[in-house]
């Protein structure tokens, strides 16, 4: 069974940091087609940072410079490293994968993220 489960998701005052990982199980892991995104209630999901098919990293211009995704084969997971937090980056936030991304050989392809966590709240106060 594809799984992933999120855990790091706390409350922060502003300008605080929070880590969430990410561990996968029930599929074969790669640093290509993973995800974070986030969503608060009332507004469309949001696309927060991909590790995409190529390689290639992408951030929303909201976070950028402040958010970092990183990942670790050996422990089956994936990071999200908040820094800098704002009142407005208050939201649960998800982590996703594309179980196929390892075979697309680090080409770009279109990631389908059909496999996501729980969700985890973070809430940064002013």
């Known amino acids: 069974q594809k799984k992933l489960v999120e855990s790091g998701g706390g409350s922060v005052q502003s300008g605080g940091s929070l880590r969430l990982s990410c561990k996968a199980s029930?599929?074969?892991?790669?640093?290509?087609?993973l995800g974070w995104f986030r969503q608060v209630p009332g507004k469309e999901r949001e696309e927060v940072a991909t590790?995409?098919?190529?390689?290639?990293?992408t951030y929303a211009p909201s976070v950028k410079g402040r958010f970092t995704v990183s990942h670790d084969n050996d422990k089956l997971g994936f990071f999200l490293q908040m820094d800098n937090l704002r009142p407005e980056d208050t939201a649960v936030y998800f982590c996703?994968?594309?179980?196929?991304?390892?075979?697309?050989?680090?080409?770009?392809?279109?990631?389908?993220?059909?496999?996501w966590g729980h969700g985890t709240q973070v809430t940064v106060s002013s």
């Open positions: 996703a994968a594309d179980p196929a991304g390892w075979t697309y050989g680090g080409a770009y392809h279109e990631c389908k993220y059909d496999t």
């Open positions: 029930g599929f074969i892991f790669s640093k290509y087609c």
């Open positions: 590790m995409n098919a190529d390689g290639t990293t």
